[in-house]
């Protein structure tokens, strides 16, 4: 039995960066290659590839002027996948900044 948590952010603190971002982890080395297979727009975030992340200048529907639309039809892709990789979710959460600058929202999966 093994966990993984998939993100989604919203950060407009720095302008540049701006938008909704995804990070997964705690996927096995195989999982995180067939995650990548099937959207190639995901990117391993750190030199020992643990994390996955999805950027918004990777992925159009990560709208970098709208902190209030979640892109959810494109989060319910990856935690289909997730399922597929029989993950299921067993917690989740969401918080926000008062001033909208951030918010985030987390699914904890665990393996069946």
Same mark, same amino acid.
């Given at each position: 039995?093994?966990?993984? *948590? !998939? +993100?989604?952010?919203?950060?407009?603190?720095? $302008?540049?960066k701006s938008g909704w971002r995804v990070k997964i982890n705690g996927l096995i080395y195989s999982q995180r290659e067939d995650f990548k297979k099937r959207f190639p727009k995901v990117?391993?975030?750190?030199?020992?590839?643990? *994390? !996955? +992340?999805?950027?918004?200048?990777?992925?159009? $529907?990560?709208?970098?002027?709208?902190?209030?639309?979640?892109?959810?039809?494109?989060?319910?892709?990856?935690?289909?996948?997730?399922?597929?990789?029989?993950?299921?979710?067993?917690?989740?959460?969401?918080?926000?900044?008062?001033?909208?600058?951030?918010?985030?929202?987390?699914?904890?999966?665990?393996?069946?």
């Open positions: 039995m093994s966990i993984a *948590t !998939l +993100v989604l952010r919203w950060d407009s603190t720095d $302008a540049s990117k391993e975030e750190d030199p020992n590839g643990v *994390t !996955l +992340v999805i950027n918004p200048e990777d992925e159009p $529907a990560f709208d970098r002027n709208n902190p209030f639309d979640m892109p959810m039809y494109v989060v319910i892709q990856y935690l289909k996948v997730l399922g597929d990789m029989r993950y299921k979710v067993v917690t989740s959460h969401s918080t926000a900044a008062p001033d909208n600058t951030h918010s985030m929202t987390m699914w904890t999966l665990q393996s069946k």
